[in-house]
């Protein structure tokens, strides 16, 4: 059995115990370095992901609107999805803008990453800032998506994000926004 140490903490090999096509989903033994503990702690293997903020010349912003199995509900969100591997975040966040709303644009660059829950995952979300978005081509969804593009000015989402007045609750499209807000400061 191999144990590796970190800070002090014993964590032993982990299983696997439930392989899905969205998340793999690992068990194994740690042992906590103050109280000598051991128990089971769980893993949720995702793919990391991306969000994309998009902006068109006339200052909207590129939003999304589709169904959610979690909240089983209808999310106002910002285009985004899985970064493939070995593809890079940015050229991911432009596929996904590309597929999930017709969009492309330019100056594509990353302007935040976060870890969604460390506590149980260790892939990360990246924001991706694509200026100069246009309708370049039909949109290119998955046989579970269906997605309703709109349009939202810069400032009125800003406004509405400060205020708490943006209809959003998805954690990672707030820090995708939040990265945005920054950088435009």
Same mark, same amino acid.
């Given at each position: 059995?191999?144990?590796? /140490? ?51 010349? /006339? ?5 999304? #609107? ?17 970064? /493939? ?9 432009? #596929? ?51 997605? /309703? ?37």
């Amino acid at each position: 059995m191999m144990k590796k /140490e970190h800070h002090g903490w014993q964590r032993e090999e982990q299983q696997l115990i439930l392989e899905t096509p969205v998340v793999d989903i690992y068990a194994g033994p740690v042992q906590c370095r103050r109280s000598g503990v051991k128990k089971s702690f769980y893993l949720l293997d995702f793919p990391n992901w991306v969000n994309v903020v998009a902006v068109t010349p /006339e200052q909207e912003m590129v939003f999304i #609107r589709q169904y959610r199995y979690g909240s089983d509900r209808v999310e106002l969100e910002i285009p985004g999805g899985v970064v /493939e591997p070995g593809e890079d975040a940015v050229a991911a966040g432009c #596929r996904e803008l590309m597929e999930e709303c017709g969009y492309a644009g330019e100056k594509g660059r990353l302007i935040g990453r976060v870890n969604p829950n460390p506590a149980i995952q260790q892939n990360s979300c990246s924001t991706v800032l694509v200026e100069n978005a246009r309708l370049a081509g039909e949109q290119q969804m998955d046989e579970m998506e269906d997605i /309703e593009v709109l349009l939202m000015p810069v400032d009125k989402v800003l406004q509405d994000l400060q205020s708490g007045k943006l209809p959003i609750d998805h954690g990672l499209v707030l820090n995708a926004l939040s990265f945005y807000l920054f950088q435009k400061k």
